[in-house]
């Protein structure tokens, strides 16, 4: 065999085994998201809790010295009641959080996200919500008994508009 | 980077080059030309991704089952397309990466580089983007592990709802506005990437943005190959409510997300913006000196505009004459790398004006061509140098004639003057310097230049009529010039195919002109005492025999 074959198949032998390290790393190895026998609970809202005071009627000198285009009966704090959660998997708490709002006054939604691996399998969730903190205790809460397979995602999230706490 | 450690990189970098350089040739080395390869393989994205692009369905129906019919009914057209599109994608990040790499082990990040050093930087977070948002726009089941895990990385920013996420929780929460939004994305960082890639190149003449074709055909041919062998495929449609045992993922664009996923995105987010921070700021972390720029001196530029052609960084831009007189050289002092190559190519470069101080139009103001030829003049003049060189070649024993004599303190040994580039070889294990130094029983005399392009060819035929029995041109290897072109030019203008040329009056007999790589001061020793030889064996009025110069 001349240099020159020689060569061409040096850089064949090298092209080739690029290609191999580019096709291996496209697809492999595997990543797992989960143990064997692990399911996926999210916890995930965003939800403006109710102002943290009731809305007062102004007196008639206070509303003379607010400015005309400002002037309406009810003065009412902007700031939002923090949404505190507690999520409980049979029987147990899982998760307890406030959430506080969003925005430099304080005045805007809550949010949160939080995924948590557990053991497929039954499991009843129980989820509590209190999103006025004028009122002790829970506003809302709701429960559901769950069969979760391997690798199943139970979503527990809360929008006030449809019957508020969903487990789905 | 430390010194050593730079030092260290470097030669670590030289010596893979120069081995591949064994196997591929300088011509298709790989390595040698990353740049033009991402560009390349930048368009062979281009063009594989719009042939996809033509049958994608901007739908969160349409989106998988569109790709997955590419991918199996079409296999021979959109499947091969999407499979390159993949693997050229790859290849890209894997290329550009290993490009950030060599540029760094080559120290070339700090001075007059940092321009286009900064202005690589973004082109690594924007292949990954648009790398990854292509992920998300096959809607499977690696598609939703990329939207959610961008969401929830993103989600951990201040400023950012950490419920980003829900977005991509339930089915209905996608829409097909996303797709279109993909779809616009997946453009628009490319078309954003490609600005960038523009902008790189700007402080660069002729910028390598095309590669051997040779090259390219063994790209195209194991791209194809890996295509044919392994085609990509999707995973299964992308349902919220499940998540796969096990992902397959690639690792060239996902790593970040899946390190995310792991459970630490705030490190990720510190990996990334460290890692940015570090490589922007790096050509002002090493405080080497830049020397001064090259210097034009209006009385004695002609505008021939050689200059302007010559500069490998866009340095020089023609401007009208103060004097009224035609043109003259401007230069961009912080673009320029004072490497003389446009002293080398000014007309006005030549040593034989007779007037006391030599002027040139454009000059190196550390390294004036005046003080060239006071440099030329004074090595010719030396006396014989103080020691022989350890290592350095004896004269050969058989060459008797009193002309070759071994004795190195001979009056009668031929005097050669080495012109070399301070980044190139130097006889035996001499300094940089116009240190006299004994090969083969010759006065060998160095002369360094920042750059072998700097020689005004003038200086040659100078040597020569000034006491020089021989004179040698080192220069690097083309594709190792510090400068780019230097190595080019000059051999273009000894070669008499570029201004200003080598004059016939120059004896070719009594030159020797090298393509030597600071590695191979041995061949630059073997070339002198080849040369050394010849010129004793002329003295003595017998013809040499021809000698190959090993680097043994």
């Known amino acids: 065999m001349t240099e020159r074959p020689l060569h061409y198949v040096a850089q064949a032998i090298l092209f080739a085994l690029f290609a191999v390290f580019i096709g291996y790393f496209s697809t492999a190895p595997q990543y797992r998201h989960l143990e064997e026998g692990q399911a996926l609970l999210r916890i995930s809202f965003r939800h403006p809790g109710k102002p943290i005071a009731d809305c007062r009627v102004r007196t008639p000198e206070e509303l003379a010295s607010v400015p005309l285009h400002l002037r309406t009966e009810l003065d009412c704090e902007r700031e939002r009641s923090p949404v505190h959660l507690q999520v409980e998997v049979d029987g147990e708490l899982l998760y307890d959080e406030w959430v506080a709002p969003s925005g430099l006054r304080k005045d805007g939604a809550s949010s949160t996200y939080q995924r948590m691996p557990i053991a497929a399998g039954e499991h009843l969730l129980k989820v509590r919500i209190n999103d006025d903190r004028r009122v002790a205790g829970f506003t809302y809460e709701g429960e559901r008994r769950v069969q979760l397979t391997e690798g199943q995602v139970v979503l527990v999230d809360f929008i006030a508009d449809k019957g508020g706490v969903i487990i789905r | ?552």
């Open chain 2, 1 to 552: 980077m430390p010194a050593g450690a730079a030092t260290g990189a470097a030669r670590a970098w030289r010596s893979l080059e120069r081995a591949a350089d064994r196997v591929f040739g300088a011509d298709i080395n790989p390595l040698r030309q990353l740049g033009g390869l991402g560009f390349f393989l930048f368009w062979l994205i281009v063009i594989s991704g719009g042939w996809l692009y033509v049958f994608y369905e901007t739908s969160v129906e349409g989106a998988w089952d569109s790709v997955q019919h590419l991918t199996v009914a079409q296999w021979w057209g959109g499947g091969l397309m999407r499979s390159l599109h993949r693997y050229g994608s790859d290849a890209f990040v894997v290329v550009v990466g290993l490009h950030l790499v060599r540029e760094l082990a080559l120290g070339r990040y700090t001075g007059f580089r940092w321009y286009s050093w900064i202005s690589g930087v973004p082109t690594l977070w924007l292949i990954i983007g648009s790398g990854v948002i292509g992920y998300w726009m096959v809607w499977d089941e690696r598609a939703l592990f990329a939207a959610t895990a961008t969401a929830e990385w993103f989600g951990v920013l201040p400023g950012f709802d950490p419920a980003l996420v829900r977005n991509f929780l339930v089915p209905e929460a996608v829409s097909d506005r996303l797709f279109s939004l993909l779809a616009f994305l997946h453009i628009g960082l490319p078309l954003a990437l490609l600005l960038v890639m523009w902008a790189h190149v700007q402080r660069l003449t002729r910028p390598r943005s095309a590669i051997h074709r040779r090259l390219a055909g063994w790209t195209l041919a194991w791209l194809l190959g890996l295509s044919l062998v392994w085609p990509a495929q999707s995973l299964a449609p992308a349902d919220p409510q499940m998540l796969p045992d096990r992902l397959a993922l690639d690792w060239f664009y996902l790593a970040p997300l899946a390190a995310s996923d792991a459970g630490a995105p705030g490190l990720v987010w510190t990996f990334v913006l460290g890692i940015t921070l570090v490589l922007m700021i790096a050509p002002w972390l090493t405080h080497a000196p830049r020397p001064a720029p090259a210097e034009v001196d209006p009385e004695h530029c002609s505008g021939c505009a050689r200059c302007f052609e010559d500069c490998p960084y866009a340095a020089i831009a023609m401007a009208p004459h103060p004097g009224g007189r035609g043109q003259i050289a401007v230069v961009d002092a912080d673009r320029c790398a004072a490497c003389g190559i446009c002293a080398g190519a000014c007309p006005s470069s030549t040593p034989f004006r007779r007037s006391e101080r030599l002027v040139s139009g454009i000059d190196l103001p550390w390294l004036t061509v005046d003080a060239l030829r006071q440099q030329v003049d004074a090595a010719l003049a030396m006396s014989p140098g103080p020691d022989p060189v350890p290592g350095a070649d004896p004269a050969p024993e058989s060459d008797s004639t009193p002309e070759s004599d071994s004795t190195p303190e001979s009056d009668s040994a031929p005097t050669i003057l080495v012109f070399g580039c301070a980044h190139g070889a130097h006889p035996g294990s001499s300094p940089a310097g116009s240190a006299g130094i004994e090969t083969a029983g010759s006065r060998v005399r160095m002369i360094t230049l920042p750059c072998a392009g700097m020689l005004p060819p003038s200086f040659i035929e100078y040597a020569q009529r000034h006491g020089a029995d021989g004179v040698v041109v080192a220069a690097c290897p083309g594709d190792d010039c510090e400068y780019r072109f230097g190595s080019h030019w000059l051999a273009g203008r000894l070669a008499g195919e570029r201004e200003p040329r080598l004059r016939a009056a120059a004896d070719g007999t009594r030159l020797l002109q090298m393509e030597v790589a600071r590695e191979e001061g041995v061949l630059l020793d073997n070339g002198i005492a080849s040369l050394a030889r010849g010129l004793n064996a002329a003295r003595a009025g017998s013809i040499p025999e021809t000698e190959e110069i090993g680097d043994d």
